[in-house]
C-alpha cells in the first residue's frame, strides 16, 4: 500500500520560509517521478516543482529561484524548500509521485499527468 504524507505547512508571514516533507512509503523516491502540486482556494491545481531519479529538477516560473525540491532516498522523503513567501503562495501543498519517469523527463507532470499517488496535503498560508 503506497502512502505519501506531507507535514510542515503552516501560517508565515510574507517574505518568510517553510520547508515541506513528504514521507513515502511503498513507493520509492530513489526511482520514481516525484512532484509538489498546490490547489489555492477557487484556483485549479497547479504543478511546482519534481524530480527525477536522478535528482534533475523542473519548476513552474513563478517559484523558481525562491522554492527548491529535494529528496533523502535513504530515508524515502521528499522535500521543498520555500522561501520568499507571498500571498500567491497560499494554497494546500500536495506531494505525488509516478512510477514512471515519463511523467518527469517529458514535463507532463505539470498536469499531473501520470502521477499515481497524492497524499493529502499540508495547508500553507502566508499572511501579508
Known amino acids: 500500500q503506497v502512502q505519501l504524507v506531507e507535514s510542515g505547512g503552516g501560517s508565515v508571514q510574507a517574505g518568510g520560509s517553510l520547508r515541506l516533507s513528504c514521507a513515502a512509503s511503498?513507493?520509492?523516491?530513489?526511482?520514481?517521478?516525484m512532484g509538489w502540486f498546490r490547489q489555492a482556494p477557487g484556483k485549479e491545481r497547479e504543478g511546482v516543482a519534481a524530480?527525477?531519479?536522478?535528482?534533475?529538477?523542473d519548476y513552474v516560473d513563478s517559484v523558481k529561484v525562491r522554492f527548491t525540491v529535494s529528496k533523502d532516498n535513504a530515508k524515502n522523503t521528499l522535500f521543498l524548500q520555500m522561501n520568499s513567501l507571498n500571498a500567491d503562495d497560499t494554497a494546500m501543498y500536495y506531494c505525488?509521485?509516478?512510477?514512471?519517469?515519463?511523467?518527469?523527463?517529458?514535463?507532463?507532470?505539470?498536469?499531473?499527468?501520470?502521477?499515481?499517488?497524492w497524499g493529502k496535503g499540508t495547508l500553507v498560508t502566508i499572511s501579508s
Open positions: 505525488a509521485a509516478a512510477r514512471s519517469l515519463y511523467s518527469c523527463y517529458s514535463g507532463r507532470w505539470r498536469t499531473g499527468y501520470g502521477m499515481d499517488y
Open positions: 524530480i527525477d531519479s536522478d535528482g534533475g529538477t
Open positions: 511503498g513507493v520509492t523516491t530513489g526511482s520514481s517521478c
